[in-house]
């Protein structure tokens, strides 16, 4: 007997939907994918298409971060190699899970001067200049600002609810501050109220609790943006022995010319030492910074980022600069004492002896 031809199953031939591709997705939902995912991906990411590249650069893609909370803290690190390029060299420290390297940036125009403001850095010319450049994190790319109502060499530039403040050290005259307004773009001039006393003589300044604070020779002065005028907060004893200061959720940091790190106890005005055996370890160790040549400190989402060249016999013999950089979290202990535990610490760029460190600071995007 011939067997009866089985007949197909009828459930059998309906034809089974493809699988959903990520590429088919609507642009607003890759954007959000996408914007969860951390910024150190986001160069690999975009070799993937031309869209990718296209959502990658948008700047909805870092409001989107902004809105959900992924935003994260980006070290850009500017050196200067004169005169063999005449333009200073950007670098960003590249985040990994078990490591992290500077990865080189483009060479940009001869800038000095920084302030971290959301999505841009604002910059004032190295030589006399009242020309101001903005270059935006996002896209790497630069744009012109608004010129300042003078020319100005070595100036400090801070960022403070939405203005950008500007201050010329060593300049006598009643220029020597004026304020920027972002949203109007509009240069204003400061009156320098009670800061005659050291308006020629300062080396250390920095944003702290919303005001900006100036390190002089013997006293801590603090101007006040809402009220416009400058006040004695503070004297200090060790003015010749701090190199450079940042502020951490209130508290101040500083590291001394010999390598150790300090923090501002308000309450009996002086600089008191971090303690622990990871900053004893850091300081004596054969490339720690005891024996540094230059130091930077930043704040780093509420840790320390230090940066510091080591001066071994053995570079200064091959004429090389190696960078190194640690991070550093801080807790506060009942006794009153401030303990240092060291995150990482590692060498992450070598140069030539030639280069000449010029700023560093940390925008969150």
């Given at each position: 007997m011939i067997p009866k031809e089985a007949k197909p199953n009828q459930k059998e031939t309906k034809t089974k939907p493809l699988p959903l591709s990520f590429s088919s997705l609507p642009d607003d939902i890759i954007e959000t994918i996408l914007a969860r995912l951390s910024k150190w991906n986001y160069p690999n990411l975009s070799l993937v298409s031309k869209r990718f590249l296209f959502l990658l650069s948008s700047p909805e893609l870092y409001t989107t971060r902004s809105h959900i909370g992924t935003t994260e803290p980006c070290?850009?690190?500017?050196?200067?190699?004169?005169?063999?390029?005449?333009?200073?060299?950007?670098?960003?420290?590249?985040?990994?899970?078990?490591?992290?390297?500077?990865?080189?940036?483009?060479?940009?125009?001869?800038?000095?001067?920084?302030?971290?403001?959301?999505?841009?850095?604002?910059?004032?010319?190295?030589?006399?200049?009242?020309?101001?450049?903005?270059?935006?994190c996002r896209s790497h790319t630069w744009r012109d600002g608004p010129n300042m109502l003078v020319s100005r060499e070595e100036a400090y530039a801070f960022y403070i609810d939405g203005k950008i403040y500007v201050m010329e050290n060593g300049r006598k005259d009643s220029n020597w501050m004026e304020v920027l307004d972002i949203k109007?773009?509009?240069?204003?001039?400061?009156?320098?109220?009670?800061?005659?006393?050291?308006?020629?003589?300062?080396?250390?300044?920095?944003?702290?609790?919303?005001?900006?604070?100036?390190?002089?020779?013997?006293?801590?002065?603090?101007?006040?943006?809402?009220?416009?005028?400058w006040e004695v907060v503070g004297t200090h004893k060790c003015y010749g022995h701090i190199d450079v200061w940042c502020a951490i959720e209130d508290v101040m940091f500083c590291f001394t010319n010999s390598g150790y790190c300090r923090w501002y106890d308000t309450k009996s005005r002086e600089w008191r030492e971090v303690k622990g055996s990871d900053m004893e370890v850091l300081h004596k160790s054969e490339d720690g910074l005891a024996g540094r040549c230059l130091v930077q400190i930043v704040n780093h989402g509420g840790k320390l980022l230090v940066i510091w060249v080591p001066r071994t016999e053995e570079y200064k013999a091959k004429r090389k600069?190696?960078?190194?950089?640690?991070?550093?979290?801080?807790?506060?202990?009942?006794?009153?004492?401030?303990?240092?535990?060291?995150?990482?610490?590692?060498?992450?760029?070598?140069?030539?002896?030639?280069y000449k460190f010029l700023s560093c600071l940390v925008i969150t995007i």
């Open positions: 070290l850009y690190f500017c050196l200067e190699d004169l005169p063999n390029i005449p333009h200073p060299k950007w670098f960003t420290l590249w985040m990994k899970p078990a490591d992290e390297t500077l990865a080189d940036e483009d060479e940009i125009l001869e800038d000095y001067s920084l302030v971290p403001v959301p999505s841009c850095h604002h910059l004032q010319h190295g030589p006399p200049s009242s020309r101001v450049r903005i270059f935006d109007t773009q509009n240069w204003s001039p400061l009156l320098s109220h009670g800061a005659t006393e050291f308006r020629d003589d300062w080396c250390l300044i920095n944003v702290f609790r919303g005001k900006i604070y100036v390190i002089a020779e013997e006293e801590n002065f603090a101007y006040d943006p809402k009220e416009g005028t600069r190696r960078i190194w950089c640690a991070k550093i979290a801080f807790e506060k202990r009942l006794e009153g004492e401030i303990w240092g535990k060291l995150e990482w610490v590692n060498e992450v760029l070598t140069v030539t002896k030639s």
